[in-house]
T-cell receptor, first 116, second 115 residues
Framework: NAGVTQTPKFRVLKTGQSMTLLCAQD?????MYWYRQDPGMGLRLIHY???????AKGEVPDGYNVSRLKKQNFLLGLESAAPSQTSVYFC???????????????FGPGTRLTVL | AQSVSQHNHHVILSEAASLELGCNYS??????LFWYVQYPGQHLQLLLK??????LVKGIKGFEAEFIKSKFSFNLRKPSVQWSDTAEYFC?????????????FGAGTRLAVHP
């Protein structure tokens, strides 16, 4: 049981380049999330998904796109990278009980992205 | 809008000192509260959580937190810190909006424990 995994771990891009970050979870969780972490700002939600085939915008969605074609995978895309997107990106997954109680989120190890 | 405020951005302690990290939230509904820890170079791990019941919650590694509804607070405590507690600590509140659950995080408190 690997939990939540992310690839790649590190990446350096030039301004204008594109890339896709992959998140995978093997816990059969319905919910998946993408966050960015910047010093002094905590974690901010970029996009999230409440199930296969669904996505929704979070707090800071501009410049990012996501897809959830399979329940276990959640992809984050940067179409045209900008220096402001230099950050550490974390993926997370979670589930709710049948009564709707929210359970904790489980986090991946992160991807450190630098945009030059 | 829901928000989480962590008062201390940086805390420096000596080993065996007591720790209290402040967390206040702004949320009008039923709250689920969390403390996560991020050790250097690692991902976030859950320390403890509050859903309901006893407002004093005990977590892993000797940490505890107290939910005080009247003060909208969920402060993290540890009686005696160790060097291995050096990490960044995040308070978070569950937000239920648009029909879905999301976590709202505070900015984090960076703790450095000196031997």
């Amino acid at each position: 049981n690997a939990g939540v995994t992310q690839t790649p771990k590190f990446r350096v891009l030039k301004t204008g380049q594109s890339m896709t970050l992959l998140c995978a979870q093997d816990m059969n969780h319905e919910y998946m999330y993408w966050y960015r972490q910047d010093p002094g700002m905590g974690l901010r939600l970029i996009h999230y998904s409440v199930g296969e085939g669904t996505t929704a915008k979070g707090e800071v969605p501009d410049g990012y796109n996501v897809s959830r074609l399979k329940k276990q995978n959640f992809l984050l895309g940067l179409e045209s990278a900008a220096p402001s997107q230099t950050s550490v990106y974390f993926c997370a997954s979670s589930y709710s009980t049948s009564s709707g109680r929210f359970i904790e989120q489980f986090f991946g190890p992160g991807t450190r992205l630098t945009v030059l | 809008a829901q928000s989480v405020s962590q008062h201390n951005h940086h805390v420096i302690l000596s080993e065996a000192a007591s720790l209290e990290l402040g967390c206040n939230y702004s949320y009008g509904g039923t709250v689920n509260l969390f403390w996560y820890v991020q050790y250097p170079g690692q991902h976030l791990q859950l320390l403890l959580k509050y859903f309901s019941g006893d407002p004093l919650v005990k977590g892993i590694k000797g940490f505890e937190a107290e939910f005080i509804k009247s003060k909208f607070s969920f402060n993290l405590r540890k009686p005696s810190v160790q060097w291995s507690d050096t990490a960044e600590y995040f308070c978070a509140v569950n937000s239920f909006s648009g029909g879905y659950n999301k976590l709202i995080f505070g900015a984090g408190t960076r703790l450095a424990v000196h031997p």
